[in-house]
């Protein structure tokens, strides 16, 4: 099995900062993309942004600039560093990763429980 763990998720005032930390455990053999997404009772889960394992990064039109995806692989974690928020960035935020357990023969995407965010004054 595998568990995506997050952390970091809270109140925050508009134009403030958070950092949103995954980490994955269990019997992986690879992470092929780890990533973010965010949902709110009005809208369906949206990407906000992934890593993939070569490097190559995607963000959603929305956050470019203010978010940035990093990647440990050593320690199977991924970071969302969030800057200038907005009350529109208010979401349930999920990790998200496509990797391989040992004894499967293919990748699975995998979700981690939610982390709130809430920014308002």
């Known amino acids: 099995q595998v568990q995506l763990v997050e952390s970091g998720g809270g109140l925050v005032q508009p134009g403030g900062s958070l950092r949103l930390s995954c980490a994955a455990s269990g019997s992986l053999v690879s992470i092929y993309v780890m990533g973010w997404y965010r949902q709110t009772p009005e809208k369906q889960r949206e990407m906000v942004a992934t890593?993939?394992?070569?490097?190559?990064?995607n963000y959603a039109d929305s956050v470019k600039g203010r978010v940035t995806i990093s990647r440990d692989n050593a320690k199977n974690t991924v970071y969302l560093q969030m800057n200038n928020l907005k009350p529109d960035d208010t979401a349930v935020y999920y990790c998200?990763?496509?990797?391989?357990?040992?004894?499967?023969?293919?990748?699975?995407?995998?979700w981690g429980q939610g982390t709130q965010v809430t920014v308002s004054s």
């Open positions: 998200y990763a496509n990797l391989r357990l040992i004894g499967q023969t293919a990748s699975r995407n995998y």
């Open positions: 890593t993939f394992s070569g490097g190559n990064t």
